[in-house]
Structures are given as structure tokens and as C-alpha cells.
């Protein structure tokens, strides 16, 4: 009976108050066998509970098509990024669980639209807001994701350093903060280093994605290693192979002396093309973002229905707020349950619920700060308040 118990508990377990953090040092490879060892079993859990994997994923990597698509971004991952191949192969061997279920986690949908044309099937999102004036800098970002997401992640604080130069960004040396779902590289998320980059993800579903081409994954992966704003363009545009699929980054660098905030987003690259395709909005001081799963600039078809209604009734529901001046007025926004079945902060307890907020990050430039929450911020404290710790 307890056996049965266990096996039954990963599908059953309410939102736990707790965000596991591991701080972690060494190679590409022992960062990710860290992860990998350390939240073994929230990473089995997860793989054992996520749908599109099981029902789609692997089936179609069973075939000949799926595998072709699989390969091909393999190899071209292998050629840009190494290093984090390595890294994602540490996680697999800590955790004791298979890599190209890993790998395929990381592809998302290009399997399925590059292998057999099918659209996306898997609902996801999450909301950010930037406010940036003379008072106030903030970056603040719910992670919305499947509803067996819920429980199944934790922040990395990772340090790294290489003899060579790595990847073809050739980095030496990484130091970044980043929440990660399970089995997943950071950088996919909220995220910040240590040289005072912070940024937060958006998915965007674009209708043609591109096998053997850089998944949006290791693109936001290598984004923790950006110095510089023009370093971090040079990473996204990802010239000479370009993004396999598309989303949306709200980015700024704390010691910025122009103080602007950004909002980028990226499309796969065009068929012929060589580099992934931007939409750069800047955020000056004196003004305020919002941004959810949609294109909102670039002109680009887009799969997931699901995601597109989400996205317009969360960019209404913060259309009917004032313009957001402060932390305060953020987290209110944020904490918003109207809106039915695509509401900002998402909580319903429905067992068919596909998707769930599973956590809620503040980041406060002027204080150096980000609070975490892994329930509705209007209703609960922080569960930590983490330092943005920057390199000397």
C-alpha cells in the first residue's frame, strides 16, 4: 500500500509553500549533475506526469520523421552550444533519467510541427510587467505553465568556470540566478547574473518552426552569459543558424546609466534565413510594458488558440488597471483571478485545469531584489527575498 501511495502522490499534491533553491559550483557538467542529483526526484515526477512528452514527443521520436527533426537540432545544437549539451547531459546522469527526454522537453513543439505539421498542443504562459520611473524599477513576471508543472521547479544559483573559452559566444565564465522547471536548463523563466542582466521569458507559439535550427531553450540558456546589452543582441539574433521557435524577452541591465528596459521579441528564423528575427521596444523612463504570449509588434502566424485568447484577456485585464507606478501597484495586477478560465493569476482547482501560475517573481532594481512567491502575492508573503548579487 505504501508503495501504491507513492506512485500515486505526484499527481495528487496541493501547491506546496516551498521553492527549493541549490547553489552550485564547477564544470558545465557538474552544475547540471548537481541539478540533476539534487532534485532527482521532482525531474522523475515530472517526466512520469507531462502530457505533451508522453503523448507526443516520444511517440513521434519512435518515428522516422521525429528522429530526423531530433538529429538535426541535436547536431546543430551540438555545433553552437557544447557546453550546454554538456550541461543538459549532467542533468540526465544526476538524475538518472534518459537524455533525449530531456532534449525533447527543450525542443517543445518542434517536433511535432517540423515532424508531422501538427500545431501546438500544449497551453502555456505567463504575464511580465516592467515599470520603470524615477521611484520605481521593476520587473515582475508570473510563470504560468501545464497544470503537473505545479511543484516541479526550483531556482539555480550557479557558478561556472572554464579553463577555454566555450560555445561559439566564447564564454569563460558564468554566474547567474534562474528559476528552472524540472529537467529543464535555466535561463527559461526570470532569471539574472552577475553582470546585472535580468530578464523574464514570454512563450510565443509561431505557426513554422525550423528543425535543425537553435531552440528557444538554449537561446535564453546562453542569455545568462550576456556582459553587455549588444552581447545580448548578438545572442538572440544567434547569426549563422537562427532561433527553431519564438518568444518574448523583458530585459534590462541594473548599472545601465540610460536606465531603459526592453522588450524583444524573437521570431524563427525564415526558412532561408541565417538569424533569428527581433522586434526591439524600448521602455524608458517614464513608462510602463506589459507583455503576454502573443506577438503584440512582430507579423508573424501563430499556432495555439488557447494561448492567443489567454494572452488578449490577460492584456485586457491589465488594460482596465491604472498605468502601474510602483511594486505595490504591480503585484496587484498580477494577483488578478477575474477573466474566467484566462485570468492572470491562475488557481483553479479543477483536476481538467491545464495550466496553473506556479510561482511569482518581483524583481526590485533599485533595492537589488528579487522576492519569490510560488502562491497568489496579494494573499501571501514572499517565501524569500533573494540578493542580486553583482560581480565586483
Known amino acids: 500500500m505504501i508503495g501504491d501511495n507513492l506512485m500515486m502522490a505526484p ?48 511517440p513521434l521520436y519512435n518515428k522516422d520523421e521525429g528522429r530526423k527533426v531530433y538529429n538535426e ?36 513543439e518542434i517536433t511535432a510541427i517540423c515532424a508531422n505539421g501538427t500545431q501546438a498542443v500544449a497551453p502555456v504562459g505567463c504575464s511580465s ?25 526550483y531556482f539555480v544559483v550557479a557558478h561556472i568556470i572554464n579553463d577555454t573559452p566555450q560555445g561559439k559566444h566564447k564564454v569563460k565564465e558564468e554566474h547567474f540566478m534562474s528559476l528552472c522547471y524540472a529537467g529543464h536548463l535555466p535561463g527559461y523563466t526570470m532569471s539574472y547574473n552577475h553582470h546585472g542582466l535580468v530578464f523574464t521569458i514570454n512563450t510565443l507559439s509561431a505557426l513554422h518552426l525550423r528543425s535543425g535550427k537553435t531552440p528557444r531553450h538554449f537561446i535564453t540558456r546562453s542569455l545568462l552569459s550576456a556582459e553587455n546589452f549588444d552581447q545580448a543582441l548578438t545572442i538572440l539574433k544567434d547569426e549563422g543558424v537562427g532561433a527553431a521557435d519564438g518568444c518574448s524577452f523583458n530585459m534590462t541591465f541594473i548599472n545601465d546609466e540610460s536606465r531603459k528596459f526592453y522588450n524583444i521579441e524573437m521570431a524563427p528564423v525564415l526558412e532561408d534565413g541565417t538569424a533569428s528575427r527581433l522586434d526591439i521596444k524600448e521602455v524608458c523612463c517614464g513608462s510602463h510594458n506589459c507583455h503576454a504570449n502573443r506577438y503584440e509588434r512582430l507579423c508573424i502566424k501563430e499556432a495555439n488558440q488557447w494561448l492567443l485568447d489567454s494572452s488578449k484577456s490577460r492584456m485586457n485585464t491589465f488594460a482596465d488597471y491604472p498605468s502601474p507606478s510602483c511594486k505595490d501597484d504591480v503585484v496587484k495586477m498580477l494577483s488578478d483571478c477575474s477573466g474566467g478560465d484566462y485570468c492572470v493569476f491562475n488557481e483553479n482547482n479543477s483536476p481538467d485545469e491545464l495550466v496553473k501560475t506556479i510561482a511569482v517573481g518581483v524583481f526590485d532594481l533599485n533595492k537589488k531584489t528579487i522576492a519569490l512567491y510560488s502562491d497568489n502575492p496579494s494573499k501571501t508573503k514572499p517565501h524569500c527575498v533573494l540578493p542580486l548579487i553583482l560581480k565586483d
Do not use: W
Open 11 to 58: 499527481t495528487n499534491i496541493p501547491r506546496r509553500q516551498a521553492i527549493p533553491v541549490l547553489y552550485t559550483r564547477g564544470s558545465h557538467y557538474d552544475v547540471g549533475f548537481d541539478m540533476g542529483r539534487t532534485f532527482a526526484s521532482i525531474i522523475k515526477s515530472f517526466l512520469q506526469l507531462c502530457n505533451p512528452l508522453n503523448e507526443s514527443y516520444l
Open 73 to 108: 537540432t541535436l547536431e546543430s545544437v551540438k555545433k553552437s552550444f557544447p557546453q550546454y549539451i554538456r550541461e543538459l547531459e549532467g542533468i540526465a546522469d544526476g538524475a538518472q533519467v534518459e537524455f533525449h527526454k530531456l532534449f525533447l522537453l527543450h525542443m517543445d
Open 129 to 153: 510587467i516592467i515599470v520603470n520611473n524615477e521611484k520605481s524599477r521593476v520587473l515582475a513576471h508570473t510563470e504560468d505553465a501545464l497544470a503537473a508543472t505545479l511543484n516541479h521547479f
